[in-house]
């Protein structure tokens, strides 16, 4: 069975770091390019970055630049976000998102989420 | 960056009924490089079509997506119960943001 599975939410006081984790399985992990996408509470969906399957090519969304460090361990079918000076606006459900192998066409797979929240 | 906007916000209709949703680029989408997402409470997005018009696996054929440029249409042709969600717009087509629109609310009437 394909799937991801997210870990390492939680709380954390404004100006503190976390790291999220995404396992992933039943799938040729090494093939396919990667995305975090937030939701904060209520709210729709946040594309926040994105990693080429041989970690080539990253991209970040503005409002994470600098404090985000997206990576990922081929031999070990794992993704991560490191999350660096979180503000309360960080506060949401991140998940990891399977993308294409050769080329963008969707997010066809996602884990199931883990909540981050950011508070004093 | 390239902004996506849908219509309507809220859109109540009928098991039954046709469902026509919009999703309006601020500028040209490359490739059709576009897909729709449909959302439960509490539970991860689902891919629903992808490339403007080609349907995920496994997603029934009443999901249809359309369009090309600045304007895609998803549609649904007969309401069932189950397809009472938010449904999202992304595009992926030039370089990241891979930006999302800001959700439909399909409810029931």
């Known amino acids: 069975e394909v799937q991801l599975v997210e870990s390492g939410g939680g709380l954390v006081k404004p100006g503190g770091s976390l790291r999220l984790s995404c396992a992933a399985s039943?799938?040729?992990?090494?093939?396919?390019?990667m995305n975090w996408v937030r939701q904060a509470p209520g709210k729709g969906l946040e594309w926040v970055s994105s990693?080429?399957?041989?970690?080539?090519?990253?991209y970040y969304a503005d409002s994470v630049k600098g404090r985000f460090t997206i990576s990922r361990d081929n031999a070990k079918n794992s993704l991560y976000l490191q999350m660096n000076s979180l503000r309360a606006e960080d506060t949401a459900v991140y998940y990891c998102?399977?993308?294409?192998?050769?080329?963008?066409?969707?997010?066809?797979?996602w884990g199931q989420g883990t909540t981050v929240t950011v508070s004093s | 960056e390239i902004v996506l906007t849908q219509s309507p916000a809220t859109l109540s209709l009928s098991p039954g009924e046709r469902a026509t949703l919009s999703c309006g680029a601020s500028?040209?989408?490359?490739?059709?490089?576009l897909a729709w997402y449909q959302q439960k409470p509490g539970l991860a997005p689902r891919l629903l079509i992808y490339?403007?018009?080609s349907r995920a696996t496994g997603i029934p054929d009443r999901f249809s997506g359309s369009g090309s440029g600045t304007d895609f249409t998803l549609t649904i042709s007969r309401l069932e119960p189950e397809d009472f969600a938010v449904y999202y717009c992304?595009?992926?087509?030039?370089?990241?943001?891979?930006?999302f629109g800001q959700g439909t609310k399909l409810e029931i009437k």
């Open positions: 500028q040209s989408v490359s490739s059709s490089y």
């Open positions: 039943g799938f040729t992990f090494s093939s396919y390019s």
């Open positions: 490339d403007a018009s």
């Open positions: 998102a399977r993308d294409g192998a050769l080329r963008p066409y969707g997010m066809d797979v």
């Open positions: 992304q595009q992926y087509g030039s370089s990241p943001p891979y930006t």
């Open positions: 990693i080429s399957s041989s970690s080539s090519y990253i």
